[in-house]
């Protein structure tokens, strides 16, 4: 029986008028690997961030574990501890080193002594290959090795859960190699994984399920095989042809 | 009287000139960067009383408020005119100062701030480790120009009886009859002054920036 | 608070009396740091090394002294040469020359954002270096230092409060024989405060009117605080 680590029920998130996601349900099982794609402005960064409590959804519950952390009175930051994000535009500590970053939540928030707290940092920086730039600050670091410390910063507090916001969309082609190799890695190890992402490529390989979001609704998940090659729904189809066609393209010119 | 007495004479206000400078800066800094983070982080009631605060603060000519205030200290606490003077003159600098701090801060984007509670630090750690370390860099540049400002309108606590670089340029003008003298004589002195504290926040703001590869 | 509004009604008039003072001083010192500022600023930009180290060396001294330093030189100080002035001129002076090294700044910054690719295409087309600086560059550059510039005034009209020390009769002169004859130096200068926002506030509505006006579409420059 696989073991629910989030599940999310019902959830629905406006901003005044606009509704961005309605009665959203998924369930994320123990080192499951969900990606969920879907053309932009269809809520799937929204519901990273309520999921992360990085902004309320207006109804419906999530629970992490057996915690429903929706409920009133939770400790928001005792939750995110526990849920890792990694965010489109990298977001580093712009005054901290790479070390410096991942150390922060670990002496700060998990209270680890400095000697315990660079051992783990260099060993999460090692596991994303940048041992060696751990005195480098971000204005020091290429694209993508700012996102492999985004990585690492987050793996840093053991969390549950990693959530990963197009990780790659704000990389430079010849970058976002080394970024999914990492998150393939992972995905590997067991680590839970939801990641929002156009990587087709990433999704066909490495996710347990894929999701498609569209308009705020979910038409439909199953595994990578019935989504792209048996898909239930012709706006699945739709929409997979012309991004495979696109990215497709895109990665051919890359040669 | 030869030169040097003359010049040691009105130097000598420096000690004056530069405790005020060093009692007002700190003062108005203190408490700018309170009212800054109450400004930026304390909701839209607290920005609503900052932003006038700042609005009249501003609005009113440093003379005219230091005045105020000078008179109103002295009326409650018996305080000498360096004191009085000096902390009024703080109180002046504080608007501009929470300006700055807020300019520094707001500069520091939402982003760093959401980075940070995503990692688990609550909001007070996040702005303590993240937002002001970065927002203290940026605020240097116009600091350093606030500061030029406050060595500068030290020169105003002259009215209040202060024995400051200007008082005893105009008593020793007085005295010899050498007001011409005497009053650029404070004139270098004051640009020393200013020129030597520019060129230090300036080296404060090399060694302090941020390593990056353009 | 009924006596503090009294001083309104007993002073009103000589406060307006110094209002006016106050706002002649920005005016004159406004216009003579305007023409003296464009002055500095094309002779730091376009002038021989020597007259721009000399425009430089005039800005750094005139931001680096106090103001009510450079008043007593002019006031106090130069007569001793045989330059003497009534107290109200040598304030328009000190105003002026002060006011000058900002406006200069403000000016430099956006002829410097003009850039030289402005001169360079004014050139191209036969213009000579200063026909290029009066047809292609002081046009634009003038409208781009506007939302930069409309600091000065404010601050110059709060700046003007000082010259009471040499006794002009402005606003603060006027403010200062009130809270003598009253002996209530803190209401006093609270209801001197309260005419200065009045002023500020004016002007600053006045300036922002001005700016949407004159405003070129697509044309902006950042300025800091």
Same mark, same amino acid.
């Given at each position: 029986?696989?073991?629910?680590?989030?599940?999310?029920?019902?959830?629905?998130?406006?901003?005044?008028?606009?509704?961005?996601?309605?009665?959203?349900?998924?369930?994320?099982?123990?080192? @499951?690997?969900?990606?969920?794609?879907?053309?932009?402005?269809?809520?799937?960064?929204?519901?990273?961030?309520?999921?992360?409590? +990085?902004?309320?959804?207006?109804?419906?519950?999530?629970?992490?574990?057996?915690?429903?952390?929706?409920?009133?009175?939770?400790?928001?930051?005792?939750?995110?501890?526990?849920?890792?994000?990694?965010?489109?535009?990298?977001?580093?500590?712009?005054? +901290?080193?790479?070390?410096?970053?991942?150390?922060?939540?670990?002496?700060?928030?998990?209270?680890?002594?400095?000697?315990?707290?660079?051992?783990?940092?260099?060993?999460?920086?090692?596991?994303?290959?940048?041992?060696?730039?751990?005195?480098?600050?971000?204005?020091?670091?290429?694209?993508?090795?700012?996102?492999?410390?985004?990585?690492?910063?987050?793996?840093?507090? @053991?969390?549950?859960?990693?959530?990963?916001?197009?990780?790659?969309?704000?990389? @430079?082609?010849? +970058?976002?190699?080394?970024?999914?190799?990492?998150?393939?890695?992972?995905? +590997?190890?067991?680590?839970?994984?939801?990641?929002?992402?156009?990587?087709?490529?990433?999704?066909?390989?490495?996710?347990?399920?894929?999701?498609?979001?569209?308009?705020?609704?979910?038409?439909?998940?199953?595994?990578?095989?019935?989504?792209?090659?048996?898909?239930?729904?012709?706006?699945?189809?739709?929409?997979?042809?012309?991004?495979?066609?696109?990215?497709?393209?895109?990665?051919?010119?890359?040669? | 009287?030869?030169?040097?007495?003359?010049?040691?004479?009105?130097?000598?206000?420096?000690?004056?000139?530069?405790?005020?400078?060093?009692?007002?800066?700190?003062?108005?800094?203190?408490?700018? $960067?309170?009212?800054?983070?109450? *400004?930026? *982080?304390?909701?839209?009631?607290?920005?609503?009383?900052?932003?006038?605060?700042?609005?009249?603060?501003?609005?009113?000519?440093?003379?005219?408020?230091?005045?105020?205030?000078?008179? &109103?200290?002295?009326?409650?606490?018996?305080?000498?005119?360096?004191?009085?003077?000096?902390?009024?003159?703080?109180?002046?600098?504080?608007?501009?100062?929470?300006?700055?701090?807020?300019? &520094?801060?707001?500069?520091?984007?939402?982003?760093?701030?959401?980075? &940070?509670?995503?990692?688990?630090?609550?909001?007070?750690?996040?702005?303590?480790?993240?937002?002001?370390?970065?927002?203290?860099?940026?605020?240097?540049?116009?600091?350093?120009?606030?500061?030029?400002?406050?060595?500068?309108?030290?020169?105003?606590?002259?009215?209040?009886?202060?024995?400051?670089?200007?008082?005893?340029?105009?008593?020793?003008?007085?005295?010899?009859?050498?007001?011409?003298? &005497?009053?650029?004589?404070?004139?270098?002195?004051?640009?020393?002054?200013?020129?030597? $504290? $520019?060129?230090?926040?300036?080296?404060?703001?090399?060694?302090?920036?941020?390593?990056?590869?353009? | 608070?009924?006596?503090?509004?009294?001083?309104?009604?007993?002073?009103?008039?000589?406060?307006?009396?110094?209002?006016?003072?106050?706002?002649?001083?920005?005016?004159?010192?406004?216009?003579?740091?305007?023409?003296?500022?464009?002055?500095?600023?094309?002779?730091? =930009?376009?002038?021989?090394?020597?007259?721009?180290?000399?425009?430089?060396?005039?800005?750094?001294?005139?931001?680096?002294?106090?103001?009510?330093?450079?008043?007593?030189?002019?006031?106090?100080?130069?007569?001793?040469?045989?330059?003497?002035?009534?107290?109200?001129?040598?304030?328009?002076?000190?105003?002026?020359?002060?006011?000058?090294?900002?406006?200069?700044?403000?000016?430099?910054? =956006?002829?410097?954002?003009?850039?030289?690719?402005?001169?360079?295409?004014?050139?191209?087309?036969?213009?000579?270096?200063?026909?290029?600086?009066?047809?292609?560059?002081?046009?634009?550059?003038?409208?781009?230092?506007?939302? =930069?510039?409309?600091?000065?005034?404010?601050?110059?009209?709060?700046?003007?409060?000082?010259?009471?020390?040499?006794?002009?009769?402005?606003?603060?002169?006027?403010?200062?024989?009130?809270?003598?004859?009253?002996?209530?130096?803190?209401?006093?200068?609270?209801?001197?405060?309260?005419?200065?926002?009045?002023?500020?506030?004016?002007?600053?509505?006045?300036?922002?009117?001005?700016?949407?006006?004159?405003?070129?579409?697509?044309?902006?420059?950042?300025?800091?605080?």
């Amino acid at each position: 029986m696989p073991k629910p680590i989030l599940t999310i029920k019902n959830l629905t998130k406006t901003y005044g008028q606009n509704v961005i996601f309605q009665n959203l349900d998924l369930t994320v099982n123990e080192g @499951d690997t969900i990606v969920i794609i879907g053309p932009s402005g269809t809520g799937k960064s929204t519901l990273l961030r309520c999921v992360n409590l +990085l902004t309320r959804p207006n109804e419906g519950q999530i629970w992490l574990d057996d915690l429903e952390i929706t409920a009133k009175g939770t400790d928001e930051d005792q939750v995110r501890q526990h849920i890792g994000m990694v965010f489109q535009n990298f977001l580093l500590f712009n005054h +901290l080193t790479a070390l410096g970053n991942v150390k922060l939540g670990l002496t700060r928030v998990k209270h680890l002594s400095d000697e315990e707290a660079t051992e783990k940092a260099l060993h999460e920086l090692s596991r994303v290959g940048l041992a060696d730039r751990a005195d480098h600050y971000p204005g020091q670091l290429s694209g993508g090795q700012q996102q492999r410390v985004g990585i690492a910063r987050a793996l840093a507090m @053991d969390p549950r859960v990693m959530l990963f916001d197009e990780p790659t969309s704000a990389l @430079d082609p010849e +970058l976002i190699g080394e970024v999914l190799e990492v998150m393939r890695k992972l995905a +590997l190890d067991g680590m839970t994984m939801l990641v929002v992402t156009h990587e087709m490529g990433f999704a066909r390989e490495v996710a347990d399920r894929i999701v498609f979001m569209e308009k705020g609704y979910i038409v439909e998940e199953g595994s990578p095989d019935e989504m792209f090659n048996h898909p239930k729904f012709d706006r699945t189809r739709e929409f997979l042809w012309k991004i495979t066609e696109l990215y497709g393209k895109k990665e051919k010119e890359a040669e | 009287m030869d030169f040097g007495q003359f010049l040691s004479y009105i130097a000598s206000g420096t000690v004056y000139t530069v405790g005020v400078t060093l009692i007002a800066l700190p003062a108005g800094l203190l408490i700018g $960067t309170i009212l800054a983070l109450f *400004y930026v *982080y304390g909701g839209k009631a607290a920005a609503r009383v900052m932003n006038l605060y700042s609005t009249i603060f501003r609005g009113i000519p440093p003379v005219v408020l230091l005045f105020i205030l000078f008179f &109103a200290v002295s009326k409650g606490i018996n305080l000498s005119a360096f004191w009085a003077g000096s902390l009024s003159l703080g109180v002046v600098s504080s608007a501009y100062q929470m300006e700055i701090v807020r300019g &520094a801060l707001l500069s520091v984007s939402g982003d760093q701030l959401m980075a &940070a509670r995503a990692v688990g630090l609550s909001r007070m750690q996040a702005i303590r480790y993240v937002v002001l370390p970065q927002a203290v860099r940026l605020a240097i540049p116009p600091w350093s120009n606030e500061a030029a400002i406050v060595i500068k309108d030290s020169s105003l606590v002259y009215a209040l009886g202060v024995p400051e670089i200007l008082r005893r340029a105009q008593l020793i003008g007085a005295s010899s009859q050498q007001y011409l003298l &005497a009053y650029l004589s404070a004139a270098v002195i004051y640009f020393l002054l200013v020129s030597l $504290t $520019t060129r230090m926040l300036n080296h404060l703001e090399q060694k302090l920036s941020i390593p990056s590869n353009p | 608070m009924l006596t503090w509004l009294g001083y309104f009604e007993r002073f009103g008039k000589n406060f307006l009396r110094g209002a006016g003072v106050t706002l002649e001083l920005t005016a004159v010192g406004l216009a003579i740091g305007f023409v003296l500022g464009l002055m500095l600023a094309l002779a730091r =930009s376009y002038g021989p090394k020597w007259l721009q180290r000399a425009a430089a060396a005039y800005i750094a001294v005139f931001r680096g002294t106090p103001l009510l330093v450079q008043l007593f030189i002019i006031y106090y100080g130069l007569p001793e040469l045989g330059i003497a002035f009534s107290q109200n001129v040598a304030a328009y002076l000190a105003l002026g020359l002060n006011s000058a090294a900002y406006q200069a700044e403000y000016l430099r910054g =956006s002829i410097n954002a003009i850039g030289a690719a402005q001169m360079e295409a004014g050139r191209s087309i036969g213009l000579s270096k200063w026909q290029a600086i009066g047809y292609v560059i002081l046009p634009q550059a003038l409208r781009l230092a506007l939302p =930069s510039w409309s600091n000065e005034p404010i601050s110059l009209l709060k700046t003007t409060a000082i010259v009471f020390l040499i006794a002009v009769q402005d606003l603060m002169a006027e403010g200062k024989r009130a809270a003598t004859t009253t002996f209530d130096f803190v209401g006093i200068y609270l209801a001197v405060a309260v005419v200065y926002l009045v002023m500020v506030f004016a002007l600053d509505a006045l300036l922002k009117f001005l700016e949407r006006k004159t405003k070129i579409p697509g044309m902006d420059i950042e300025t800091r605080r």
